[in-house]
Nanobody
Framework: QVQLVESGGGLVQAGGSLRLSCAAS????????MGWYRQAPGKQRELVAT????????NYADSVKGRFTISRDNAKNTVYLQMNSLKPEDTAVYYC??????????WGRGTQVTVSS
């Protein structure tokens, strides 16, 4: 059974930084693409960043390019999201996603990020 557990969310002032982590279990982590998505109140869930299984390819939403960095440590079965220069509009629940080679998707329960102005 695949489990994804996010951590690292919290309250931060605008301009500050947070680092999210997502620990995965129950699957061969290194063969799966990973991603971070977010959902703000009243809005649809949106893609933030993705990273390929080997870590060589990344993709970012335009709204976070240059501020957020996704990375992974396959030895630790963990994916990270370093978030710098945070803005109030980054406030959302952030979800970890795993996509298998067969395009099965798994989700964590989410971690709240709140950025105060």
């Amino acid at each position: 059974q695949v489990q994804l557990v996010e951590s690292g969310g919290g309250l931060v002032q605008a301009g500050g930084s947070l680092r999210l982590s997502c620990a995965a279990s129950g699957s061969i982590f290194s063969i799966n693409a990973m991603g971070w998505y977010r959902q703000a109140p009243g809005k649809q869930r949106e893609l933030v960043a993705t990273i390929s299984s080997g870590g060589s390819s990344t993709n970012y939403a335009d709204s976070v390019k240059g501020r957020f960095t996704i990375s992974r440590d396959n030895a630790k079965n963990t994916v990270y999201l370093q978030m710098n220069s945070l803005k109030p509009e980054d406030t959302a629940v952030y979800y970890c996603n795993m996509e298998t080679p067969r395009r099965w998707n798994y989700w964590g329960r989410g971690t709240q990020v709140t950025v105060s102005s």
